[in-house]
Protein backbone atom coordinates (compact mmCIF):
# COMPACT_ATOMS: atom_id res chain seq x y z
CA UNK A 1 0.00 0.00 0.00
CA UNK A 2 3.13 2.34 0.64
CA UNK A 3 3.12 2.31 -3.64
CA UNK A 4 0.09 4.00 -3.70
CA UNK A 5 0.91 6.42 -1.36
CA UNK A 6 3.94 7.18 -2.99
CA UNK A 7 2.34 7.68 -6.14
CA UNK A 8 -0.33 9.63 -4.84
CA UNK A 9 2.59 11.88 -3.54
CA UNK A 10 4.08 12.12 -7.05
CA UNK A 11 1.59 12.74 -9.51
CA UNK A 12 -2.03 14.18 -8.32
CA UNK A 13 -4.40 12.93 -10.08
CA UNK A 14 -6.29 9.69 -8.82
CA UNK A 15 -7.31 6.64 -10.42
CA UNK A 16 -11.08 6.30 -11.58
CA UNK A 17 -12.26 3.73 -9.08
CA UNK A 18 -10.83 5.87 -6.15
CA UNK A 19 -12.78 8.71 -6.39
CA UNK A 20 -15.93 6.62 -7.77
CA UNK A 21 -15.46 5.11 -4.48
CA UNK A 22 -14.76 8.18 -2.49
CA UNK A 23 -18.02 9.86 -3.87
CA UNK A 24 -19.95 6.61 -2.31
CA UNK A 25 -19.32 8.89 0.91
CA UNK A 26 -22.08 11.44 -0.72
CA UNK A 27 -24.72 8.63 -0.08
CA UNK A 28 -23.81 7.56 3.04
CA UNK A 29 -23.35 11.04 4.49
CA UNK A 30 -26.31 12.58 3.17
CA UNK A 31 -29.08 9.40 2.61
CA UNK A 32 -30.44 9.48 6.18
CA UNK A 33 -30.03 13.39 6.76
CA UNK A 34 -31.40 14.02 3.16
CA UNK A 35 -34.86 12.08 4.08
CA UNK A 36 -35.03 13.64 7.57
CA UNK A 37 -34.64 16.57 5.99
CA UNK A 38 -37.22 16.54 3.51
CA UNK A 39 -40.08 13.97 5.68
CA UNK A 40 -38.10 14.65 9.31
CA UNK A 41 -40.67 17.29 10.71
CA UNK A 42 -43.48 15.76 8.78
CA UNK A 43 -42.86 12.50 10.02
CA UNK A 44 -42.97 14.27 13.56
CA UNK A 45 -46.20 15.91 13.57
CA UNK A 46 -48.22 13.91 11.18
CA UNK A 47 -47.15 10.39 11.81
CA UNK A 48 -45.98 10.71 15.45
CA UNK A 49 -48.27 13.68 16.44
CA UNK A 50 -45.81 16.03 17.88
CA UNK A 51 -46.55 19.31 17.61
CA UNK A 52 -44.82 21.34 14.74
CA UNK A 53 -43.02 23.97 17.06
CA UNK A 54 -41.56 21.55 19.27
CA UNK A 55 -40.75 18.77 16.17
CA UNK A 56 -38.71 21.80 14.78
CA UNK A 57 -37.32 22.87 18.38
CA UNK A 58 -35.71 18.79 18.79
CA UNK A 59 -35.00 19.05 15.26
CA UNK A 60 -32.69 22.08 16.06
CA UNK A 61 -31.67 20.15 19.21
CA UNK A 62 -29.92 17.70 17.26
CA UNK A 63 -28.41 19.47 14.82
CA UNK A 64 -26.77 21.88 17.32
CA UNK A 65 -25.28 18.73 18.78
CA UNK A 66 -23.82 18.05 15.54
CA UNK A 67 -22.29 21.45 15.35
CA UNK A 68 -21.01 21.04 18.64
CA UNK A 69 -19.57 17.78 17.72
CA UNK A 70 -18.13 18.60 14.46
CA UNK A 71 -14.84 20.28 15.35
CA UNK A 72 -14.15 17.66 18.02
CA UNK A 73 -14.43 14.94 15.42
CA UNK A 74 -12.73 16.33 13.10
CA UNK A 75 -9.73 17.09 15.73
CA UNK A 76 -10.01 12.94 16.75
CA UNK A 77 -9.52 12.12 13.23
CA UNK A 78 -6.70 14.65 12.51
CA UNK A 79 -4.47 13.26 15.95
CA UNK A 80 -5.77 9.29 15.67
CA UNK A 81 -2.60 7.44 14.58
CA UNK A 82 -3.34 4.50 12.46
CA UNK A 83 -0.58 2.82 9.71
CA UNK A 84 -3.64 2.44 7.16
CA UNK A 85 -4.75 5.97 7.68
CA UNK A 86 -6.17 8.06 10.59
CA UNK A 87 -10.02 8.55 9.36
CA UNK A 88 -10.16 5.02 8.54
CA UNK A 89 -11.15 3.55 11.85
CA UNK A 90 -13.54 6.11 12.59
CA UNK A 91 -15.41 5.65 8.97
CA UNK A 92 -15.66 1.58 9.78
CA UNK A 93 -16.40 2.30 13.50
CA UNK A 94 -19.56 4.15 13.11
CA UNK A 95 -21.27 1.61 9.84
CA UNK A 96 -23.64 -0.30 11.59
CA UNK A 97 -24.32 1.45 14.65
CA UNK A 98 -25.31 4.43 11.99
CA UNK A 99 -27.46 2.11 10.12
CA UNK A 100 -29.28 1.00 13.59
CA UNK A 101 -29.83 4.55 14.67
CA UNK A 102 -31.05 5.62 11.10
CA UNK A 103 -34.31 3.04 11.31
CA UNK A 104 -34.80 4.14 15.10
CA UNK A 105 -34.70 7.34 14.18
CA UNK A 106 -37.88 7.10 12.18
CA UNK A 107 -39.70 4.33 14.64
CA UNK A 108 -42.85 5.25 16.31
CA UNK A 109 -43.52 2.57 18.81
CA UNK A 110 -46.62 4.38 19.45
CA UNK A 111 -45.72 6.08 23.06
CA UNK A 112 -47.55 8.72 25.05
CA UNK A 113 -46.61 12.03 24.33
CA UNK A 114 -43.93 12.52 27.03
CA UNK A 115 -42.02 9.19 25.89
CA UNK A 116 -41.76 10.07 22.89
CA UNK A 117 -40.46 13.38 23.27
CA UNK A 118 -38.07 12.18 25.28
CA UNK A 119 -37.01 9.09 22.77
CA UNK A 120 -36.94 11.15 19.60
CA UNK A 121 -34.35 13.65 21.21
CA UNK A 122 -32.66 10.36 22.32
CA UNK A 123 -32.78 9.27 18.42
CA UNK A 124 -31.82 12.34 17.36
CA UNK A 125 -28.87 12.98 19.15
CA UNK A 126 -27.35 9.47 18.57
CA UNK A 127 -28.27 9.82 15.13
CA UNK A 128 -26.29 12.99 14.58
CA UNK A 129 -22.88 12.25 16.39
CA UNK A 130 -22.87 8.93 14.14
CA UNK A 131 -23.53 10.81 11.00
CA UNK A 132 -20.80 13.24 11.94
CA UNK A 133 -18.36 10.61 12.72
CA UNK A 134 -18.33 9.46 9.22
CA UNK A 135 -19.07 12.77 7.31
CA UNK A 136 -16.60 14.61 8.80
CA UNK A 137 -13.66 11.68 8.69
CA UNK A 138 -14.88 11.05 5.04
CA UNK A 139 -14.16 14.92 3.91
CA UNK A 140 -11.46 15.39 5.75
CA UNK A 141 -9.95 11.75 4.00
CA UNK A 142 -10.90 13.23 0.80
CA UNK A 143 -9.20 16.91 1.35
CA UNK A 144 -5.44 14.95 2.04
CA UNK A 145 -5.87 12.39 -0.83
CA UNK A 146 -4.86 15.32 -3.14
CA UNK A 147 -3.28 18.72 -3.67
CA UNK A 148 -4.62 19.69 -6.90
CA UNK A 149 -7.44 22.49 -7.45
CA UNK A 150 -9.15 20.82 -9.64
CA UNK A 151 -8.53 17.16 -8.57
CA UNK A 152 -10.65 18.25 -5.55
CA UNK A 153 -13.09 19.60 -7.60
CA UNK A 154 -13.32 16.41 -8.91
CA UNK A 155 -14.00 14.62 -5.65
CA UNK A 156 -16.15 17.23 -4.27
CA UNK A 157 -17.96 16.74 -7.51
CA UNK A 158 -18.50 12.77 -7.50
CA UNK A 159 -19.12 13.48 -3.71
CA UNK A 160 -22.14 15.35 -4.42
CA UNK A 161 -22.94 12.83 -7.17
CA UNK A 162 -23.64 10.08 -4.74
CA UNK A 163 -24.99 12.86 -2.12
CA UNK A 164 -27.90 14.05 -5.13
CA UNK A 165 -28.62 10.14 -5.57
CA UNK A 166 -29.82 10.33 -2.11
CA UNK A 167 -32.41 12.76 -3.51
CA UNK A 168 -33.28 10.14 -6.05
CA UNK A 169 -33.36 7.45 -3.65
CA UNK A 170 -35.50 8.67 -0.76
CA UNK A 171 -38.33 10.12 -3.81
CA UNK A 172 -40.36 7.07 -3.04
CA UNK A 173 -40.51 7.79 0.14
CA UNK A 174 -44.16 8.07 0.91
CA UNK A 175 -45.28 5.11 -1.61
CA UNK A 176 -42.39 2.40 -0.14
CA UNK A 177 -43.98 3.51 3.73
CA UNK A 178 -47.67 2.69 2.19
CA UNK A 179 -46.57 -0.36 1.19
CA UNK A 180 -44.66 -1.54 3.89
CA UNK A 181 -46.85 -0.10 6.58
CA UNK A 182 -49.13 -3.05 5.14
CA UNK A 183 -46.83 -5.55 6.01
CA UNK A 184 -47.82 -4.34 9.58
CA UNK A 185 -50.86 -3.95 12.53
CA UNK A 186 -49.31 -0.64 12.95
CA UNK A 187 -48.68 1.00 9.37
CA UNK A 188 -46.12 3.43 10.69
CA UNK A 189 -43.67 0.67 10.57
CA UNK A 190 -43.33 1.66 7.16
CA UNK A 191 -41.46 4.26 7.89
CA UNK A 192 -38.91 2.03 10.05
CA UNK A 193 -38.59 -0.76 6.85
CA UNK A 194 -37.52 2.52 4.23
CA UNK A 195 -35.33 3.38 6.06
CA UNK A 196 -33.86 0.05 6.99
CA UNK A 197 -33.91 -0.44 3.09
CA UNK A 198 -31.77 3.28 2.20
CA UNK A 199 -29.29 2.53 5.12
CA UNK A 200 -28.10 -1.20 4.47
CA UNK A 201 -27.25 0.04 0.78
CA UNK A 202 -25.23 3.08 2.78
CA UNK A 203 -23.11 0.08 4.63
CA UNK A 204 -22.35 -1.63 1.43
CA UNK A 205 -20.75 1.95 0.31
CA UNK A 206 -18.92 2.38 3.48
CA UNK A 207 -17.40 -0.77 2.92
CA UNK A 208 -16.62 -0.11 -0.25
CA UNK A 209 -14.59 3.21 0.42
CA UNK A 210 -13.31 2.11 3.23
CA UNK A 211 -11.57 -0.58 1.22
CA UNK A 212 -10.98 0.93 -1.98
CA UNK A 213 -9.58 4.16 -0.89
CA UNK A 214 -7.10 2.73 1.55
CA UNK A 215 -3.41 3.50 1.19
CA UNK A 216 -4.11 7.24 -0.31
CA UNK A 217 -3.84 8.70 2.78
CA UNK A 218 -0.86 11.53 3.14
CA UNK A 219 -0.39 11.33 6.65
CA UNK A 220 -0.79 7.60 7.92
CA UNK A 221 0.12 6.85 10.99
CA UNK A 222 1.11 10.72 12.13
CA UNK A 223 -0.22 12.66 14.54
CA UNK A 224 -1.58 16.04 14.32
CA UNK A 225 -2.10 18.39 17.60
CA UNK A 226 -4.54 19.07 20.49
CA UNK A 227 -7.19 21.45 19.62
CA UNK A 228 -7.31 24.41 21.28
CA UNK A 229 -9.61 27.75 20.95
CA UNK A 230 -6.73 29.58 19.54
CA UNK A 231 -6.63 27.19 16.51
CA UNK A 232 -10.23 28.05 15.66
CA UNK A 233 -9.81 31.90 15.88
CA UNK A 234 -6.51 30.98 13.63
CA UNK A 235 -8.99 29.70 10.99
CA UNK A 236 -11.03 32.85 10.94
CA UNK A 237 -8.30 35.04 9.99
CA UNK A 238 -8.37 33.15 7.33
CA UNK A 239 -10.71 35.32 4.98
CA UNK A 240 -11.54 32.65 2.19
CA UNK A 241 -12.43 30.37 5.47
CA UNK A 242 -14.84 32.88 6.22
CA UNK A 243 -16.60 33.81 3.18
CA UNK A 244 -17.04 30.07 2.37
CA UNK A 245 -18.07 29.17 6.36
CA UNK A 246 -20.56 32.70 5.64
CA UNK A 247 -22.05 31.47 1.86
CA UNK A 248 -22.20 28.07 3.50
CA UNK A 249 -23.95 28.79 6.80
CA UNK A 250 -26.84 31.03 4.89
CA UNK A 251 -27.37 28.42 2.44
CA UNK A 252 -27.66 25.44 4.37
CA UNK A 253 -30.35 27.78 6.31
CA UNK A 254 -31.74 28.35 3.36
CA UNK A 255 -31.96 24.70 2.27
CA UNK A 256 -32.95 23.40 5.62
CA UNK A 257 -36.31 25.14 4.87
CA UNK A 258 -36.65 24.37 1.55
CA UNK A 259 -36.68 20.86 2.32
CA UNK A 260 -38.52 20.85 4.54
CA UNK A 261 -41.00 22.71 3.31
CA UNK A 262 -41.86 20.94 -0.02
CA UNK A 263 -44.10 18.54 0.53
CA UNK A 264 -45.94 21.31 3.15
CA UNK A 265 -46.19 23.10 -0.01
CA UNK A 266 -46.96 20.20 -2.46
CA UNK A 267 -49.15 18.50 -0.38
CA UNK A 268 -51.37 21.62 1.15
CA UNK A 269 -50.84 24.05 -1.70
CA UNK A 270 -50.27 22.39 -5.14
CA UNK A 271 -52.69 19.69 -3.97
CA UNK A 272 -50.21 16.85 -5.17
CA UNK A 273 -50.42 13.25 -4.37
CA UNK A 274 -48.03 10.99 -2.59
CA UNK A 275 -47.31 9.49 -5.83
CA UNK A 276 -47.15 12.78 -7.80
CA UNK A 277 -44.61 13.68 -4.50
CA UNK A 278 -42.18 11.06 -5.50
CA UNK A 279 -42.47 12.04 -8.91
CA UNK A 280 -41.26 14.97 -8.88
CA UNK A 281 -38.86 14.43 -6.02
CA UNK A 282 -37.44 11.88 -8.62
CA UNK A 283 -37.32 14.43 -11.09
CA UNK A 284 -35.16 17.15 -8.93
CA UNK A 285 -33.20 14.80 -7.99
CA UNK A 286 -32.13 13.08 -11.07
CA UNK A 287 -32.08 17.03 -12.90
CA UNK A 288 -29.95 17.97 -9.68
CA UNK A 289 -27.53 14.66 -10.44
CA UNK A 290 -26.98 16.78 -14.10
CA UNK A 291 -26.45 19.68 -12.48
CA UNK A 292 -23.41 18.38 -10.30
CA UNK A 293 -21.85 17.60 -13.75
CA UNK A 294 -22.74 21.36 -14.71
CA UNK A 295 -21.33 22.69 -11.75
CA UNK A 296 -17.83 20.87 -11.93
CA UNK A 297 -17.84 21.77 -15.38
CA UNK A 298 -18.28 25.62 -14.18
CA UNK A 299 -16.05 25.45 -11.20
CA UNK A 300 -13.07 24.36 -13.82
CA UNK A 301 -14.17 26.67 -16.40
CA UNK A 302 -15.22 29.43 -14.28
CA UNK A 303 -14.12 29.37 -11.07
CA UNK A 304 -15.67 28.04 -7.73
CA UNK A 305 -16.75 31.65 -6.88
CA UNK A 306 -18.28 31.72 -10.83
CA UNK A 307 -20.26 28.18 -10.05
CA UNK A 308 -21.99 29.58 -6.74
CA UNK A 309 -22.94 32.96 -8.31
CA UNK A 310 -24.73 30.60 -11.12
CA UNK A 311 -26.01 28.30 -9.98
CA UNK A 312 -27.48 29.19 -6.20
CA UNK A 313 -28.43 32.69 -7.88
CA UNK A 314 -30.32 30.99 -9.96
CA UNK A 315 -32.21 29.00 -7.71
CA UNK A 316 -32.84 32.20 -5.77
CA UNK A 317 -34.30 33.97 -8.28
CA UNK A 318 -37.16 30.79 -9.87
CA UNK A 319 -37.67 30.32 -6.40
CA UNK A 320 -39.07 34.13 -5.57
CA UNK A 321 -40.29 34.25 -9.68
CA UNK A 322 -42.25 30.84 -9.73
CA UNK A 323 -43.18 29.90 -6.57
CA UNK A 324 -43.87 33.57 -5.27
CA UNK A 325 -45.72 34.81 -7.75
CA UNK A 326 -46.67 32.66 -10.80
CA UNK A 327 -47.30 29.00 -9.74
CA UNK A 328 -51.06 28.02 -8.64
CA UNK A 329 -52.62 25.17 -6.78
CA UNK A 330 -53.33 22.14 -9.27
CA UNK A 331 -50.19 23.17 -11.67
CA UNK A 332 -48.02 20.43 -11.58
CA UNK A 333 -46.03 21.01 -14.83
CA UNK A 334 -44.50 23.90 -13.49
CA UNK A 335 -43.70 22.23 -10.37
CA UNK A 336 -41.71 19.74 -12.84
CA UNK A 337 -40.60 23.49 -14.39
CA UNK A 338 -39.40 24.41 -11.42
CA UNK A 339 -37.28 21.52 -9.87
CA UNK A 340 -35.78 21.35 -12.98
CA UNK A 341 -34.80 24.60 -12.84
CA UNK A 342 -33.42 24.51 -9.44
CA UNK A 343 -31.10 21.35 -10.08
CA UNK A 344 -27.70 23.42 -10.45
CA UNK A 345 -28.52 25.74 -7.71
CA UNK A 346 -29.16 22.57 -5.74
CA UNK A 347 -26.14 20.80 -6.62
CA UNK A 348 -23.92 24.20 -6.28
CA UNK A 349 -24.81 24.29 -2.31
CA UNK A 350 -23.02 21.46 -1.11
CA UNK A 351 -20.62 20.63 -4.07
CA UNK A 352 -19.00 24.14 -4.43
CA UNK A 353 -17.73 25.15 -0.15
CA UNK A 354 -17.18 21.37 -0.39
CA UNK A 355 -14.89 22.27 -2.85
CA UNK A 356 -13.24 25.52 -1.57
CA UNK A 357 -12.46 24.32 2.01
CA UNK A 358 -9.51 21.83 0.69
CA UNK A 359 -7.80 25.20 -0.88
CA UNK A 360 -8.54 26.98 2.49
CA UNK A 361 -6.73 24.49 4.56
CA UNK A 362 -3.94 25.31 2.38
CA UNK A 363 -3.62 29.11 2.86
CA UNK A 364 -4.27 27.90 7.05
CA UNK A 365 -1.40 25.79 6.35
CA UNK A 366 0.74 28.52 4.82
CA UNK A 367 -0.02 31.33 7.63
CA UNK A 368 0.74 28.44 10.57
CA UNK A 369 2.14 25.83 9.73
CA UNK A 370 -0.14 23.93 10.66
CA UNK A 371 -1.62 21.08 8.72
CA UNK A 372 -5.62 21.16 10.09
CA UNK A 373 -7.76 19.25 8.07
CA UNK A 374 -10.08 17.76 10.34
CA UNK A 375 -10.44 20.80 12.63
CA UNK A 376 -11.65 23.13 9.14
CA UNK A 377 -13.90 20.85 8.24
CA UNK A 378 -15.10 20.30 11.12
CA UNK A 379 -15.38 24.04 12.26
CA UNK A 380 -16.86 24.75 8.74
CA UNK A 381 -19.63 22.03 9.02
CA UNK A 382 -19.98 23.27 12.94
CA UNK A 383 -21.70 26.98 11.45
CA UNK A 384 -23.15 24.42 8.45
CA UNK A 385 -25.05 22.82 10.89
CA UNK A 386 -26.14 25.34 13.90
CA UNK A 387 -27.51 27.53 10.29
CA UNK A 388 -29.40 24.09 9.60
CA UNK A 389 -31.11 24.22 13.28
CA UNK A 390 -31.67 27.73 12.98
CA UNK A 391 -33.72 26.81 9.77
CA UNK A 392 -35.26 23.89 11.15
CA UNK A 393 -36.18 25.86 14.90
CA UNK A 394 -37.90 28.74 12.71
CA UNK A 395 -39.34 26.37 9.97
CA UNK A 396 -41.66 24.92 13.08
CA UNK A 397 -41.99 28.46 14.51
CA UNK A 398 -43.06 29.86 11.11
CA UNK A 399 -45.62 27.28 10.40
CA UNK A 400 -47.09 27.24 13.72
CA UNK A 401 -47.35 31.30 13.03
CA UNK A 402 -49.10 30.73 9.94
CA UNK A 403 -51.78 28.56 11.73
CA UNK A 404 -50.50 25.03 10.35
CA UNK A 405 -52.11 21.88 11.70
CA UNK A 406 -52.58 18.29 10.45
CA UNK A 407 -56.16 19.03 9.75
CA UNK A 408 -57.76 17.99 5.94
CA UNK A 409 -58.32 22.07 5.25
CA UNK A 410 -56.18 24.50 5.55
CA UNK A 411 -56.96 28.41 5.60
CA UNK A 412 -56.02 30.47 2.60
CA UNK A 413 -53.84 32.71 5.10
CA UNK A 414 -51.74 29.21 6.26
CA UNK A 415 -51.36 27.95 2.44
CA UNK A 416 -50.26 31.49 1.29
CA UNK A 417 -47.83 31.57 4.38
CA UNK A 418 -46.71 28.17 3.10
CA UNK A 419 -45.97 29.32 -0.27
CA UNK A 420 -44.20 32.86 0.95
CA UNK A 421 -41.98 30.49 3.03
CA UNK A 422 -41.21 28.62 0.35
CA UNK A 423 -40.45 31.00 -2.39
CA UNK A 424 -39.68 34.31 -0.98
CA UNK A 425 -37.93 33.78 2.51
CA UNK A 426 -35.80 31.01 0.65
CA UNK A 427 -35.45 32.13 -2.81
CA UNK A 428 -34.48 35.78 -1.39
CA UNK A 429 -31.92 34.09 1.67
CA UNK A 430 -29.99 32.44 -1.74
CA UNK A 431 -29.40 35.46 -3.45
CA UNK A 432 -28.11 37.17 -0.25
CA UNK A 433 -25.10 34.51 -0.87
CA UNK A 434 -24.26 35.73 -4.07
CA UNK A 435 -23.46 39.32 -2.59
CA UNK A 436 -21.63 37.55 0.02
CA UNK A 437 -19.19 35.48 -1.87
CA UNK A 438 -18.05 37.91 -4.95
CA UNK A 439 -15.49 39.36 -2.22
CA UNK A 440 -13.94 35.57 -2.18
CA UNK A 441 -10.56 35.63 -2.77
CA UNK A 442 -9.29 32.59 -3.59
CA UNK A 443 -8.73 31.35 -7.49
CA UNK A 444 -7.00 28.49 -9.19
CA UNK A 445 -4.03 30.75 -9.83
CA UNK A 446 -3.75 32.49 -6.32
CA UNK A 447 -4.41 28.83 -5.15
CA UNK A 448 -1.77 27.15 -7.07
CA UNK A 449 0.88 29.97 -5.76
CA UNK A 450 -0.34 29.32 -1.90
CA UNK A 451 0.91 25.59 -2.86
CA UNK A 452 4.13 26.43 -3.98
CA UNK A 453 4.70 29.03 -1.31
CA UNK A 454 4.18 25.98 1.34
CA UNK A 455 6.74 24.00 -0.92
CA UNK A 456 8.91 27.00 -1.16
CA UNK A 457 8.89 27.16 2.63
CA UNK A 458 9.72 23.60 3.27
CA UNK A 459 12.89 23.75 1.46
CA UNK A 460 14.04 26.71 3.51
CA UNK A 461 13.10 29.38 1.45
CA UNK A 462 12.27 32.52 2.77
CA UNK A 463 8.57 33.64 2.11
CA UNK A 464 7.45 37.00 1.58
CA UNK A 465 3.84 36.64 3.32
CA UNK A 466 2.69 40.36 2.01
CA UNK A 467 2.17 38.65 -1.18
CA UNK A 468 -0.95 36.96 0.42
CA UNK A 469 -1.83 39.82 2.38
CA UNK A 470 -5.38 38.98 0.46
CA UNK A 471 -5.84 36.03 1.56
CA UNK A 472 -4.48 36.09 5.75
Known amino acids: MEKNATVVRQNEKLPFKVKLA ?7 SFITWTAFSY ?5 FTDVVGLTAAFAGAIISLGTLWDAITDPLVGSISDNLKCKYGRRRPLIIGAAVPFVIISILLFTNWGFGESAAKVYFVIMILLYYTAQTVLDISSSALGSEMTLDYDERSTLATYKNYFGLLATVAISPTLVLVAHFGGWFENPDYGWSCTLAVYTIVALIFIIILWRTTRGYERHRGESGFKLSFDDIKVLFKNRA ?58 MKKFGKKM ?49 MIPDCVDVTELSTGK ?7 GTVAFIQKASGA ?30 NIF ?42 MSEFKDLI
Request: charged share 10%.
Open 39 to 43: YGLYF
Open 307 to 355: AWIIGVGSEGIFLAVMVGLLINPGQIGLIYALVVLMAVGNAAIYQVPWA
Open 423 to 464: GFLVGGLYIVTILIVLKYPLGKEKHDRVREAIIERRQGKTID
Open 371 to 377: RMDGVIF
Open 22 to 28: YGLSGYY
Open 241 to 298: TRIVALIFGIGIFSNTINYSIQVYYYTNYVEMTEAQIAAVTMVFGVTSIIGAWITDVL
Open 390 to 419: LGAALLGVLLTTVGYSDTAVLAPETLSGIK
